[in-house]
């Protein structure tokens, strides 16, 4: 497998951390988003995502994008441990808080709209940080109303074994932690992603530890 990633990049990390817990190795191909004007905007890169985007990964001849449906393809082709649980509503409920993370959160947050916001829109260094803040706590705030209000949250999400959810959720956590944010007003959120990280599959797959960090 080869995995097209940037060490920031939240939807690589979450892929990362796919790809740990499965126990797959993987050849690590750096795009580095800022450099040289971005180099997922290069042509040879656009040949492998159309839309300049991280991650992409490449199995046996298959090139796959979008981070929740490649770590769906891992989950399908490497079934264990499974990372959706095995109920029809909890599967629902996971992809919801996944779901959450992906559309609701980060998309508002990703580089290309902060460079938008900044760039195109001129929009001021401290708006940008305002505007980042307020929709990270908004969705915070109702991911924390849900987890602490669900019976099924345990270590994880939901039990005590990480699901996608908790892919999507630690790395948002680590986005939220970089923009200094702080999670006390969430403690079940703070609490699921510090007993993530005490895992080998999340702590190595975190920003700090890839091969293009800096």
Request: aromatic fraction near 8%.
């Amino acid at each position: 497998m080869k995995l097209y990633s940037y060490f920031r990049s939240s939807a690589s990390f979450r892929v990362r951390i796919a790809l740990n817990l499965k126990g797959l190795p993987y050849d690590y191909a750096s795009v580095h988003l800022v450099r040289n004007g971005g180099e997922q905007l290069a042509p040879a890169y656009r040949a492998i995502h159309p839309d300049g985007l991280v991650p992409a990964l490449e199995d046996e001849g298959q090139l796959l994008q979008q981070s929740l449906a490649i770590i769906e393809y891992l989950d399908e082709t490497h079934p264990q441990p499974p990372l959706l649980p095995a109920a029809p509503a909890d599967r629902a409920y996971v992809r919801s808080l996944a779901l959450q993370v992906a559309c609701d959160i980060h998309p508002l947050n990703n580089l290309r709209v902060l460079k938008y916001l900044t760039g195109t829109l001129g929009v001021s260094d401290e708006a940008k940080q305002q505007w980042y803040r307020h929709w990270v706590t908004a969705g915070f705030a109702s991911m924390e109303a849900r987890l602490a209000g669900d019976g099924r949250s345990g270590k994880f999400c939901c039990g005590d074994q990480p699901t996608l959810a908790d892919l999507c959720l630690v790395p948002q956590v680590w986005n939220a932690q970089r923009f200094d944010i702080a999670l006390d007003a969430y403690p079940t959120i703070k609490r699921i992603h510090d007993h993530a990280m005490t895992m080998d599959a999340f702590a190595l797959a975190a920003p700090g530890k890839q091969p293009d960090a800096e």
